[in-house]
Nanobody, 115 residues
Framework: VQLQASGGGLVQAGGSLKLSCAAS????????MGWFRQAPGKERDFVAA????????YYQDFVKGRFTISRDSIKNTVFLQMNSLKPEDTAVYYC?????????WGQGTQVTVSS
């Protein structure tokens, strides 16, 4: 499975961006997909995840109420709608997929939020 992330860019604080991650093959119903981010000099952090079958979503506390993860089962694509962006959201955002672990990773897309 190859994952292609896109949608990053430069935005002012308070603005919005929508990230997309397309899988090269159909995502099986028992999989989950998620987003992580890594800021310069910091470890990679979990951001959000969604179960493919039920569409149940999970969020890290620091994005609750601002970010929304969703999926398009037909297009094998997961999205991350990011609203009310803050400078501390600046990072490379990675999508990932797997069953019990994150087995597959995308290449990352840069999100920069200016103050």
């Amino acid at each position: 499975v190859q994952l292609q992330a896109s949608g990053g860019g430069l935005v002012q604080a308070g603005g919005s961006l929508k990230l997309s991650c397309a899988a090269s093959t159909p995502i099986l119903s028992n999989w989950h997909m998620g987003w992580f981010r890594q800021a310069p000099g910091k470890e990679r952090d979990f951001v959000a995840a969604i179960t493919w079958r039920e569409g149940r979503s999970y969020y890290q506390d620091f994005v609750k109420g601002r970010f929304t993860i969703s999926r398009d089962s037909i297009k094998n694509t997961v999205f991350l709608q990011m609203n009310s962006l803050k400078p501390e959201d600046t990072a490379v955002y990675y999508c990932a997929a797997g069953i019990n672990e994150w087995d597959y990773w995308g290449q990352g897309t840069q999100v920069t939020v200016s103050s």
